[in-house]
């Protein structure tokens, strides 16, 4: 490499001072890549978090609670959308407590109602009617039977 190299200017720069300005010309290239990469990351995330206003999760909720089950497959295909979407309204639903959380790596088994929704449903039939029997309370609620028991238990 040669000793000194000539800069448009007409003053010559050592091989230092050369690398000196390739080095960081090269850090603040490579300092504008990661600030944009982090930029577009943070749009990603916003849009994301952004999804809790997703104009299908009043439906996906509806269904939860109708159905007292529910799967990302059965989101996917009654509201028409993707994946990475019934996924995000499996988790927001599991979040706002409609939905047991997932247990595993069980994503295609039914999710259950979660207990706090069923205990709603209990007391109000019980201050509607006074009485039901669990076998009513379970041809009502479409839940296992041991499971209504611990939860008339906890009333």
């Known amino acids: 490499?040669?000793?000194?190299?000539?800069?448009?200017?007409?003053?010559?720069?050592?091989d230092q001072e050369a690398h000196e300005a390739a080095y960081n010309y090269l850090n603040f290239f490579n300092i504008l890549l990661y600030l944009d990469k982090k930029q577009k990351q943070q749009t990603i995330m916003n849009k994301m978090e952004g999804d809790?206003?997703?104009?299908?999760?009043?439906?996906?909720?509806?269904?939860a609670l109708q159905d007292k089950t529910i799967t990302q497959e059965r989101l996917q295909k009654i509201l028409s959308v993707g994946y990475p979407r019934s996924?995000?309204?499996?988790?927001m639903l599991?979040?706002?407590?409609?939905?047991?959380a997932k247990k595993g790596s069980q994503d295609s088994l039914p999710r259950e109602a979660s207990d706090v929704e069923l205990l709603d449903e209990i007391r109000a039939i019980f201050a509607k009617e006074g009485e039901c029997s669990l076998t009513?309370?379970?041809?009502?609620l479409l839940v296992g039977y041991s499971r209504l028991e611990r939860l008339v238990k906890e009333l």
Request: charged share 45%; aromatic share 4%.
């Open 136 to 140: 009513e309370l379970q041809r009502r």
């Open 1 to 14: 490499m040669k000793e000194m190299v000539k800069k448009n200017e007409g003053r010559e720069l050592t």
């Open 52 to 63: 809790s206003e997703d104009e299908f999760y009043p439906r996906a909720k509806e269904l």
């Open 87 to 91: 996924v995000r309204l499996m988790q």
């Open 94 to 100: 599991a979040q706002e407590g409609i939905i047991d």
